[in-house]
């Protein structure tokens, strides 16, 4: 049973016990609905007061319903429900109250919660709005403008701030069961009845033309080429117009719009696609991760640094280990100076600072990596330094210990061949900033045992990180899906479009950024190195990549020295188109005997975007990655590509499949097949009319 009912001495306490949130499930309404007709048959019921158990009240709908037919009306009449008692009715909270869970407070006469609670309508990140009156209740209580902060900014608020926008009616003492009771008795006692928040009428001063006008352009900045905070907007708006009946069926027509779009189908798929990353198939449920206590990481560079405050940040201690003293004195120095960046923006607090730098301990020995359960390398990417780096670890690990190494290119079977621990190696991809950046790609060798293989994933959990599962080839699955995306933008500046061309068609699209800005953040420097490097892997073509070589021979490696695409002015990363970076691409094309052509954004879209897709489908026919969805979470949370968009694999699905190979056709007969030859699976879902999605239940 979900939901019990107590009444004694006249008040009827409803509580409800759904772990691990307390969604407002299918099961929990079908409860709710029985109790509130127990309630209405019985004439001893003088208030009612309803309460959740377990660590939070109603954390909100439950989003595996999302994918069928519409329940909002479900939710409404329920809600209504608990509103048309003739008695008061008093939502007692605690935890996390979102969405669904704060619409149902809204229809309760009374508010209350505990120290610490926290309030939240985030609906439009997942493409649509509050369908469960919350557009049409929450207006009437905080007016136009704050429901807007609410749904709009989509960011929980705290006790305090709800009581100032008027949703709260009381900070009550914990526990929050007998806080809600001394609530509703001090009610009955001063004599309150019911209070109905739909009978409310809204503010017109907090609904005026110049606060929608501002809110409409606020909208369209934080949420740019999405369409739900708009809707939102219309559906709160409508709150200060119309009758609340006549409100809620328009927000009903509204959320049904929303639910439809594009926009909420994508957001909902990568949602999904996020909690599907730990299911390996083949993988025993039996299997059990490795307890980690202790980590280390070789290397006190940027990557190696950041990786560190991952591990201190969870409460791990890690021991940072680098070969010189000079070079770990500055990784410590930079996380420092992190840490307290995090101060000076309010992120943490001095004593929170104080705590995690005592969790990192340097080291110049490997002997102090003996204890550790987990080691990550992160040193320089030459394969032999890491062989030696590995064999060292070899020799004074503890048996067990899982051995990780954060290449991003390289061989790691070749790797784990310098241990005689094949079975405990595995491939940790983080991404820069580490300490930022939610992608972790886990790369598995053949030899990989499904014990490694579940601790790593697992300790993506403490870390904050999305796992995502590759087997190893060069690049993985991001980086090598990155190669022909970034092939054509750096192509289309030698045939002429300026850098800001190109990166402003991709940003107006939906990346958070053009790809020649993060080749001048990441370093111009770095993708020479790699394909000086890897040189043999690439095709013979003389123009590959070398917008990224001319640049580098002219000693512009972006913002590290102030020049790169754009030109940087000190202490400040805004880019500056530069004539002399545009002088030097053009010669160097006319060195290469690369004509001059004009690219629309079209063109520029379709010649990063359908490259990546085109080899995201050799990645899924190799086995590299075990789903198209899987692909989605690497590219939106570590690439920079829009949720809104789903991912490169549910965009391709979006446009059809038959669109992106006749587009790759089409780049064939402009440039020939040697970058512009379709993948064999997507000629084969092509033909058999399949989509990606098609394919990925094929292989559950």
Same mark, same amino acid.
């Given at each position: 049973m979900?939901?019990?009912?107590?009444?004694?001495?006249?008040?009827?306490?409803?509580?409800?016990?759904?772990?691990?949130?307390?969604?407002v499930?299918?099961?929990?309404?079908?409860?709710?609905?029985?109790?509130?007709?127990?309630?209405?048959?019985?004439s001893?019921?003088?208030?009612?007061?309803?309460?959740?158990?377990?660590?939070?009240?109603?954390?909100?709908? #439950?989003?595996?319903?999302?994918?069928?037919?519409?329940?909002?009306?479900?939710?409404?009449?329920?809600?209504?429900?608990?509103?048309?008692?003739?008695?008061?009715?008093?939502?007692?909270m605690?935890?996390?109250? /979102?969405?669904?869970?704060?619409?149902?407070?809204l229809?309760?006469?009374?508010?209350?919660?505990?120290?610490?609670?926290?309030?939240?309508?985030?609906e439009?990140?997942?493409?649509?709005?509050?369908?469960?009156?919350?557009?049409?209740?929450?207006?009437?209580?905080?007016?136009?403008?704050?429901?807007?902060? /609410?749904?709009?900014?989509?960011?929980?608020? #705290?006790?305090?701030?709800?009581?100032?926008?008027?949703?709260?009616?009381?900070v &009550?003492?914990?526990?929050?069961?007998?806080?809600?009771?001394?609530?509703?008795?001090?009610?009955?006692?001063?004599?309150?009845?019911?209070?109905?928040t739909?009978?409310?009428?809204?503010?017109?001063?907090?609904?005026?033309?110049? &606060?929608?006008?501002?809110?409409?352009?606020q909208?369209?900045?934080?949420?740019?080429?999405?369409?739900?905070?708009?809707?939102? &907007?219309?559906?709160?708006?409508?709150?200060?117009?119309?009758?609340?009946?006549?409100?809620?069926?328009f927000?009903?027509? !509204?959320?049904?719009?929303?639910?439809?779009?594009?926009?909420?189908?994508?957001?909902?798929?990568?949602?999904?696609?996020?909690?599907?990353?730990?299911?390996?198939?083949?993988?025993?449920?039996?299997?059990?991760?490795?307890p980690?206590?202790?980590?280390?990481?070789?290397?006190?560079?940027?990557?190696?640094?950041?990786?560190?405050?991952?591990?201190?940040?969870?409460g !791990?201690?890690?021991?940072?280990?680098?070969?010189?003293?000079?070079?770990?004195?500055?990784?410590?120095?930079?996380?420092?100076? &992190?840490?307290?960046?995090?101060?000076?923006?309010?992120?943490?607090?001095?004593?929170?600072?104080?705590?995690?730098?005592?969790?990192?301990q340097?080291? =110049?020995?490997?002997?102090?990596?003996?204890?550790?359960?987990?080691?990550?390398?992160?040193?320089?990417?030459? !394969? #032999?330094?890491?062989?030696?780096?590995?064999?060292a670890?070899?020799?004074i690990?503890?048996?067990? *210990? /899982?051995?990780?190494?954060?290449?991003?290119?390289?061989?790691?079977?070749?790797?784990?061949?310098a241990?005689?621990?094949?079975?405990?190696?595995?491939?940790?991809?983080?991404f820069?900033?580490?300490?930022?950046?939610?992608?972790?790609?886990?790369?598995?060798?053949?030899?990989?045992?499904?014990?490694?293989?579940?601790?790593? =994933?697992?300790?993506?959990?403490?870390?904050?990180?999305?796992?995502?599962?590759?087997?190893?080839?060069?690049?993985?699955?991001?980086?090598?899906?990155?190669e022909g995306y970034a092939?054509?933008?750096?192509?289309?500046? =030698?045939?002429?479009?300026?850098?800001?061309?190109?990166?402003?068609?991709l940003?107006?699209?939906?990346?958070?950024?053009?790809? !020649?800005?993060?080749?001048?953040?990441?370093?111009?420097?770095?993708?020479?190195?790699?394909?000086?490097?890897?040189?043999?892997?690439?095709?013979?073509?003389?123009?590959?990549?070398?917008?990224?070589?001319?640049?580098?021979? *002219?000693?512009?490696?972006?913002?590290?020295?102030?020049?790169?695409?754009?030109?940087?002015?000190?202490?400040?990363?805004?880019?500056?188109?530069?004539?002399?970076?545009?002088?030097?691409?053009?010669?160097?094309?006319?060195?290469?005997?690369?004509?001059?052509?004009?690219?629309?954004?079209?063109?520029?879209?379709?010649?990063?975007?359908?490259?990546?897709?085109?080899?995201?489908?050799?990645? =899924?026919?190799?086995?590299?990655?075990?789903?198209?969805?899987?692909?989605?979470?690497?590219?939106?949370?570590?690439?920079?590509?829009?949720?809104y968009?789903?991912?490169?694999m549910?965009?391709?699905?979006?446009?059809?499949?038959?669109?992106?190979? #006749?587009?790759?056709?089409?780049?064939?007969?402009?440039f020939?097949?040697?970058?512009?030859?379709? *993948?064999?699976?997507?000629?084969?879902?092509?033909?058999?009319?399949?989509?990606?999605?098609?394919?990925?239940?094929?292989?559950?």
């Amino acid at each position: 049973m979900i939901v019990t009912l107590e009444v004694s001495a006249g008040l009827a306490l409803i509580s409800v016990n759904n772990p691990p949130v307390n969604t407002v499930s299918a099961a929990t309404r079908r409860e709710l609905f029985q109790v509130l007709a127990d309630i209405r048959a019985r004439s001893d019921v003088r208030a009612v007061a309803l309460v959740c158990e377990g660590r939070t009240f109603f954390s909100g709908a #439950d989003i595996s319903e999302f994918a069928g037919p519409p329940m909002e009306e479900e939710f409404r009449q329920l809600y209504a429900e608990f509103e048309a008692l003739p008695v008061p009715v008093v939502a007692g909270m605690h935890g996390t109250v /979102l969405g669904g869970g704060l619409e149902l407070a809204l229809a309760c006469h009374y508010r209350v919660a505990v120290a610490g609670t926290r309030f939240g309508l985030p609906e439009v990140t997942l493409g649509i709005i509050p369908g469960a009156g919350g557009t049409q209740r929450m207006p009437r209580l905080t007016g136009v403008e704050n429901a807007l902060e /609410l749904i709009v900014g989509a960011r929980p608020v #705290d006790e305090v701030r709800a009581l100032a926008l008027g949703f709260l009616d009381a900070v &009550i003492d914990a526990p929050v069961r007998a806080g809600t009771i001394a609530f509703t008795e001090s009610l009955l006692n001063a004599g309150r009845g019911p209070r109905r928040t739909s009978e409310r009428s809204v503010d017109p001063a907090s609904a005026t033309p110049e &606060i929608r006008e501002r809110l409409t352009a606020q909208a369209r900045s934080q949420y740019p080429n999405r369409s739900a905070a708009l809707t939102a &907007i219309e559906a709160v708006f409508a709150a200060a117009r119309l009758p609340f009946a006549q409100g809620l069926a328009f927000e009903n027509e !509204l959320g049904n719009r929303a639910k439809a779009s594009v926009e909420s189908k994508a957001l909902i798929h990568v949602f999904f696609a996020e909690r599907e990353t730990r299911k390996v198939p083949g993988l025993a449920p039996e299997v059990r991760a490795r307890p980690i206590a202790r980590a280390a990481v070789i290397g006190a560079g940027t990557m190696g640094a950041g990786i560190a405050i991952c591990f201190a940040n969870a409460g !791990l201690p890690v021991t940072l280990l680098d070969a010189s003293r000079e070079a770990l004195d500055r990784g410590l120095a930079s996380i420092a100076g &992190i840490y307290q960046s995090m101060v000076s923006r309010g992120r943490i607090s001095p004593d929170e600072r104080q705590q995690r730098l005592g969790q990192i301990q340097g080291a =110049l020995d490997y002997a102090s990596l003996a204890d550790a359960d987990v080691i990550i390398e992160a040193v320089y990417e030459s !394969l #032999d330094l890491k062989r030696q780096v590995f064999a060292a670890l070899d020799r004074i690990a503890k048996p067990g *210990a /899982l051995l990780a190494t954060n290449t991003s290119t390289l061989d790691i079977a070749a790797i784990a061949a310098a241990t005689t621990r094949a079975q405990d190696v595995i491939g940790l991809h983080f991404f820069a900033p580490a300490n930022v950046m939610p992608l972790l790609e886990v790369v598995r060798t053949g030899d990989s045992s499904p014990e490694t293989i579940r601790s790593a =994933l697992d300790l993506a959990r403490p870390l904050k990180k999305t796992p995502v599962l590759a087997r190893v080839c060069y690049g993985f699955i991001g980086n090598r899906m990155m190669e022909g995306y970034a092939r054509e933008a750096e192509r289309m500046v =030698l045939e002429g479009a300026s850098p800001r061309q190109v990166d402003g068609a991709l940003e107006g699209w939906g990346m958070s950024m053009g790809i !020649l800005a993060v080749f001048d953040m990441a370093g111009v420097d770095v993708s020479v190195n790699v394909h000086k490097a890897h040189a043999d892997r690439y095709p013979p073509d003389p123009s590959y990549y070398q917008a990224d070589f001319a640049l580098h021979a *002219a000693g512009r490696l972006g913002q590290k020295s102030g020049r790169g695409y754009y030109r940087y002015l000190p202490g400040d990363r805004t880019r500056h188109d530069d004539p002399e970076a545009i002088a030097i691409l053009r010669a160097s094309a006319e060195r290469l005997g690369i004509a001059p052509r004009a690219h629309s954004d079209q063109e520029i879209l379709e010649r990063c975007l359908l490259p990546i897709i085109n080899e995201g489908l050799r990645v =899924l026919e190799e086995g590299v990655a075990m789903r198209a969805s899987d692909i989605d979470v690497v590219w939106t949370s570590g690439y920079g590509f829009p949720r809104y968009r789903g991912g490169p694999m549910f965009y391709a699905d979006t446009i059809g499949l038959k669109a992106v190979y #006749d587009g790759i056709l089409k780049y064939r007969e402009l440039f020939g097949p040697m970058h512009w030859q379709p *993948a064999a699976l997507l000629e084969r879902l092509v033909r058999d009319q399949r989509t990606l999605a098609d394919w990925d239940r094929t292989r559950d």
